[in-house]
Each structure stands twice: as structure tokens, then as C-alpha cells.
């Protein structure tokens, strides 16, 4: 699948912001003042951020809000609606952090478990997707709701849970690309399936179906190397988990520790992609691959 900007943008950064606000609404011993503010405004830049840069992936932007109207049928409208009562929830729980310095669990509590949910639904957008089966796999509710309470416990310095997260994730993460290239390599769609003539016999692409490229080729079809997503999950790895526990495992500075949640969102930025470029839609069947 073609990696577009704004939709690595939407996940990596709603998941992070999200990621706070869970931590935030469930943290007995929440900050107050100034610090719920700047904690508050940080999760909200984030997960706003992320939003925001999800509606430039429409084709008509202008049409966003119908989104809200599909919530029967579509994970797309459930993550929308969950995103909206999370911040509003989370909202009103910062005010009273921020402004009585109380805080308030029946909106703190409500807005962290909304806030997971939230990614949750995020992830059920791909993994549905029964026509690409790198995604139609556990691992996508399961990798973005890790990167999403690592992000949380990195951004409200939870160091100590940090560095319990960071190791599991990282593992889940190795035993998820290690099932989804089995999950590829397995999958029952062939080309036979996908012509629907397997019960005449071998079916093999005499020629590709027009000489130019098109849409579907363009966004369904992009293929990266072997060699350079290796390269790419190695550098995944050593961003988004190793650099990140390191500095927090030698020094708990408040610096070192923003060091490591940046170093954590840039590893995941590059995950995203490889999350997009690695997925190979059905549909490219039809052209010989």
C-alpha cells in the first residue's frame, strides 16, 4: 500500500496523544496547575494534531463530518465518535485539574478508557480488511495499542512502566512482522482465486491489463525491498525501543526522559511506514504479483 504522509501522521501521532490522555484520566496521583496544563495541552496537540492530518487523506475533506453518520457498519465513524467523547470527557476532567486543582474520576476514568478505545478503533479500520492479509491479522489491534501506552507512559514520565513497556513491545513487534510475512506467505488468495479460473487449471498473467500505471497500481501496488525494510525495522527498532530505554534506564532527568519519548515517536513514525509499504492489497494479483 502506498504510504501516505497524513495517514502515518494520523496514527502515529493520535496514538501517542491518545496514549497520554489514558494515562492521564487513569493516574490516581494526577498533576495539577500548571503542570495538568501543559501535560493536557501536549496530549491534545498531539491527538488534535493526528486527527487533523487524517482529513487531508479524504477525498473531499470538506465531507469529514459525515464520518460521524456510518457508526452501525464503519470502524472509521466509531473511532470518530469515541475521539470526540474522549476529548471532550478529558476536557472537562483537565479543568478541574487545571483550574480546582481536583480531580474528578467519573470524567478522568470514563476519558482514559475512551482514549484506548479509541486506538482500538483505529486498528480495526485495517484489520478488517480481509483484502490485504498482512492486516487481517491480531497484530494490528494489539502493536498500536503498545505503541500507544508505551507513547502514554514515555510522555507523562512514567519511567518505571516505561521500561517494563518498551522490552514487551519491542518482542511483540518482531513476533508480529514474523506473523504477518506468514500470514502473507500462507494466505489461500492466489491468482486462481482471485480470476476466479483455479478449476480449469494453472493460471499464470500472460500480460499485465494496460501498458501505463494507474490508481490502483499506484496505491495498491507499491512494493518495497526485502533489504531495505530489514534496514528500516532495524532502525524502527533501535528508535522507537532501544534508544528510549537506554536513556531512561541510566538517567530519570526530565530532559533525557523528553529525549526518549521523541526518540520513541520517531521509531514509530518509521514503523507506520513499513506498516503501510509492506501490506500488499489483493487486487495486485491481477497484475502478475
Known amino acids: 500500500m502506498h504510504p501516505a504522509a497524513s495517514i502515518i501522521l494520523f496514527t502515529t501521532l493520535s496514538g501517542a496523544g491518545f496514549g ?4 492521564l484520566g487513569l493516574d490516581v496521583p494526577a498533576p495539577r496547575g500548571w503542570t495538568a496544563f501543559a501535560d493536557f495541552a501536549l496530549a491534545y496537540g498531539l491527538a488534535g494534531g493526528g486527527l487533523l492530518a487524517s482529513v487531508f ?6 465531507r469529514a463530518l459525515k464520518a460521524l453518520t456510518q457508526w452501525r457498519s464503519s470502524w472509521l465513524s466509531r473511532e470518530a ?16 485539574l ?20 479509541t486506538v482500538f478503533a483505529t486498528s480495526m479500520i485495517y484489520m478488517q480488511m480481509q483484502s490485504v492479509p498482512r492486516w487481517n491479522h491480531w497484530s ?8 500507544a ?15 517494563l513497556f518498551l522490552p514487551a513491545l519491542m518482542i511483540l513487534q518482531i513476533l508480529a ?10 494466505s489461500d488468495t492466489t491468482i486462481a482465486t482471485a480470476t476466479g479460473l483455479g478449476t480449469r487449471g494453472t493460471v499464470r498473467a500472460f500480460e499485465p491489463p494496460h501498458t501505463g500505471t494507474n490508481y490502483l497500481m499506484n496505491e495498491m501496488g507499491f512494493r518495497i525491498a526485502r533489504k531495505h525494510a530489514l534496514r528500516l525495522k ?20 526530565p530532559f533525557v526522559v523528553a529525549l526518549a519519548a521523541a526518540s520513541h515517536i520517531l521509531g514509530t513514525l518509521v514503523q507506520r511506514w513499513l506498516f503501510f509499504a509492506e501490506a500488499r492489497h489483493v487486487v495486485s494479483l491481477y497484475y502478475g504479483r
Open 98 to 117: 487545571v483550574f480546582f486543582r481536583t480531580r474528578i474520576a467519573p470524567f478522568g476514568v470514563p476519558a482514559g478508557a475512551l482514549a484506548l478505545g
Open 140 to 147: 494490528p489491534p494489539v502493536v498500536f495499542l503498545g505503541y
Open 149 to 163: 501506552v508505551t507513547a502514554g507512559a514515555l510522555l507523562t514520565a512514567e519511567t518505571e512502566l516505561a521500561l
Open 177 to 186: 512482522w514474523t506473523d504477518q510475512e506468514r500470514r502473507e506467505r500462507t
Open 20 to 23: 497520554m490522555i489514558a494515562f
Open 81 to 96: 465518535w469515541l475521539a470526540v467523547l474522549t476529548l471532550a470527557l478529558a476536557g472537562l476532567y483537565a479543568i478541574g
Open 57 to 62: 487523506h479524504l477525498g473531499h475533506p470538506e
Open 234 to 253: 532495524a532502525i524502527a527498532l533501535a528508535l522507537a525501543m532501544v534508544l528510549p530505554f537506554l536513556l531512561i534506564a541510566t538517567s530519570g532527568n
